[in-house]
């Protein structure tokens, strides 16, 4: 039977616009240091770290191989290092399934991601497209969004009013994360007025530019004691890649989040959506809310504008970190997810935190208009 997985420790920096004054792997080194301090980890060959997941990007890193310069500060020039070069919650399943198979006790896990380095991170995203006839077209995942965004508001109902609702909510829910990129309150009229940026997406219905970087601490239920009296055990994990073409792939609905959220519901014994007690899901731009709960089924197909109006995401517990919205790497955005979840389950969340709560979902997303998800469920 495979072993129970837990997270023991969790570290992170501030999310913040631009972080010129540190490279990659000081923003590292702080959160390597601070897991080493939580819980003595170390490198022995018996007892010790003997793998470690990075997450990071050549692109946005500006050089090839993008690992090669972290692993000496994560520790990795003494055992084992993997890459994750998707959003990093697939790290988390990697090495959630490389302990449940046996091959580690422990695993080390840490991501960055610098957008601010480079000329413009759409260029970046036009690199994901096919080279001979959609990336000449100029296609990144911000008008690949707007090609989103209004198939499903659309189909669903959304308004701009709707997408400004999120927008301050996201803002207000990001004020008591002390860790959340630090942005301006903002009202229905500011959204409503700031610049159109890939028609019908604003300025403010887009997450801005974000640098970042996180740790965290993997271990088998056999020795979770030695790190922590208080383990968030990771019970399910999905995922599911959309087709490559925009063409070929509805839009206003993701199939491969529903598979991804199935999957990781069955894994962790048969829940579903409602067995959930909050959910943090990975919305880089204000529709995708709204969208990815019907994805994982908190919604019904084409019920995203009622949910809204009826209050759900404050009645459901969604994105009490400010998701992704607020601000996170594209790189790391399901990592933020599954840390907020992380801090809501032990009771460490502050002031934003969530009552009763036994069950959390995270989600993460990578590719143009959702081609790629990933679902985590995690309980206390």
């Known amino acids: 039977m495979a072993r129970r997985v837990a997270i023991c420790a969790a ?23 601070s897991l080493v301090d939580q819980t003595g980890l170390t490198f022995d060959m018996e007892t010790g770290v003997r793998n470690v997941v990075t997450c990071s990007d050549d692109v946005f890193d500006a050089r090839t191989i993008s690992d090669n310069g972290m692993t000496d500060v994560v520790g990795a020039h003494y055992r ?18 490389a302990i449940m198979s046996g091959h580690d006790d422990l695993v080390l896990l840490l991501g960055h991601c610098k957008e601010s ?26 008008s690949a969004g707007g090609l989103q965004a209004r198939a499903y508001m659309t189909r669903a109902g959304l308004t701009e009013d709707h997408l400004a609702e999120v927008v301050v909510r996201s803002r207000r829910q990001a004020a008591a994360n002390p860790f959340a990129r630090e942005n301006a309150a903002v009202t229905h009229q500011e959204v409503a007025a700031s610049p159109l940026l890939a028609d019908p997406l604003r300025e403010l219905h887009f997450y801005p530019v974000t640098d970042w970087a996180v740790g965290m601490l993997l271990c088998c239920e056999e020795r979770v004691h030695e790190f922590t009296d208080k383990p968030v055990w990771l019970t399910g994990f999905g995922s599911s890649m959309d087709s490559y073409f925009l063409g070929e792939r509805d839009l206003a609905f993701s199939t491969a989040l529903q598979q991804a959220a199935q999957r990781a519901f069955k894994m962790a014994g048969g829940v579903d959506a409602r067995d959930v007690d909050l959910f943090e899901l990975n919305d880089a731009a204000a529709y995708q809310m709204p969208l990815w709960a019907e994805g994982i089924g908190l919604v019904p197909p084409g019920d995203g504008a009622r ?10 517990q969604v994105n009490r970190s400010g998701g992704m919205l607020n601000g996170n790497p594209l790189m790391l955005g399901g990592l933020a997810r599954a840390l907020e979840a992380f801090y809501q389950l032990r009771g460490e ?22 081609q790629h998800h990933a679902v985590l469920i995690m309980e206390n």
């Open 307 to 316: 949910w809204l109006d009826a209050g759900g995401p404050d009645r459901h």
């Open 117 to 142: 380095q480079s000329e413009s991170r759409h260029m970046c995203t036009n690199l994901a497209f096919e080279p001979f006839f959609t990336r000449p077209l100029g296609l990144d995942f911000l």
């Open 80 to 97: 084992g290092e993997e890459k994750m070069a998707q959003d990093g919650l697939n790290g988390l399943g990697y090495a959630m399934a």
């Open 11 to 33: 570290a992170q920096i501030r999310n913040e616009a631009n972080i010129w004054y540190q490279r990659f792997q000081g923003m590292l080194l702080e959160c390597f240091e």
């Open 349 to 370: 969340a502050d002031d934003r935190q969530a009552d009763g709560l036994k069950r959390a979902l995270a989600h993460g997303t990578t590719g143009p208009a959702g």
